[in-house]
């Protein structure tokens, strides 16, 4: 089961880093240099959905519609490359897909292919309407191309097109979209994997961003199995559940709220149908250590090791987070986010330029001390966060007077 291990963590796969982070830790002269083994990369700040789970949508009122020029995408990739970067996802606050430096006639694929050239391996996190034919003939040649995610919460037309709100028509041409993926994937022969991923929601009421009319959302739980198949058929690796993830920052025009008050049902029966429909070819992962992690009263690590460390992340206006559960932006006089895990701007200096810098620093030194302290009190971070899994791994790591039998190696 979970083969990929995306209910898991893979640091324990990069030895020397680790080790290199070990050795830092405690020594900002040393720690300056431990460049991230992932990051996250949000070309466009827009989105074509505005799904009611979205843990970022306080990020999508925003009128200035940021987004990277092809430039400045390609001197960061280079950038991160030379300084020890493995893989980069782009996806983030925007619907990745709909990235264009129309000025320069580029758009995620030519960003993908010049991962490729410098040496960076890449993936897209997607609601998969503008994965055309025709990106996927490019962007598949790409062999650092790891794997495409779509995100596709209903198994129907009515409860996607309810849960994504977007046009009815959406549903059945992201399915169109896999199926053409997975043809032009086996004539190139190309290693691209192609997942799905669905948030597995309750029925819940709440109102859009634009309205202040309450509607009712429904469960997505009905309609798994039924999606699952029809992904099988089409011939996509994985799919996913996931639970669902509530972000900390407060903004009048948020929407995935609604799910705090709603009622968790029992969704075993419903999972373990979805694990029976699993083949050789088709892998289904049922994200339930997450879901136990996330409603769990004990965290599992005292401290956030992860950050500013092993990964970070790029909004579309170029600003670099150590964190997206804390990523923000100035909106006038109202500061959303927590701007001391916001460290330079790739669009004004260079990345090593930023990830050396007095910002991080000073959020390496945030992270570092104690609650009691003013430090960083994890307690009160995002339940289910990004470098949860990672975090688990590394408290275990430095802190080995936690398994007296850690020498006992068999």
Known sequence: MDKTRIDGQKLDMHPRRVAAWLDAMDDWEKAREIF????????????????????????????????FTHDVMTWTLSDMAAHGV?????????????????????DLADAILHANAVGIDTSVTTNAVLLS??????????????WIRTSI?????????????????????????????VKIRERLGSRVKLFAQLVALPEAEGMSRRSLVRQTYPSNIPTIVPLARRLRDIGVDNFSVKPFKQHLVEHEATRSKMYEAAGQDPFEET????EGLETDAFEIT????????????????????????????????????????????IDGDRILGDHRFRFGNVNKQSFPEIWRGERR????????????????????CMRGCQMDMPNRYLWELAHPELDPTRTFIK
């Open 36 to 67: 991230p083994i992932y990051m996250e990369i949000s070309p466009i700040g827009s989105c074509i959905h505005e799904c009611t789970f979205c843990s970022v949508d306080y990020m999508l009122d925003r009128t200035d519609h940021p987004s």
């Open 361 to 380: 620093r000073r959020c390496w030194e945030y992270t570092r001390k104690p609650p009691s302290e003013g430090g960083l009190n994890v307690n009160a």
């Open 86 to 106: 493995l893989s980069t996802m782009f996806a983030g606050c925007g619907e990745p897909l709909s990235y264009r430096d129309r000025s320069a006639k580029k």
């Open 153 to 181: 919460n209903g198994g129907n037309e009515e409860t996607y097109t309810k849960i994504h709100r977007c046009h009815p028509s959406h549903f059945e041409r992201v399915l169109r979209n896999l199926e053409a993926a």
């Open 286 to 329: 049922v994200r339930r250590e997450a879901m136990v992690n996330a409603g769990a009263e004990d965290r599992g690590y005292g401290r956030c090791h992860a950050t500013p460390f092993h990964w970070a992340y790029i909004e579309a206006d170029g600003e670099v987070w150590g964190c997206s559960a804390y990523v923000g932006r």
């Open 133 to 146: 034919p025709e990106f996927s003939e490019r962007a598949f040649t790409a062999q650092r191309l790891r």
């Open 271 to 274: 999972f373990l149908e979805l």
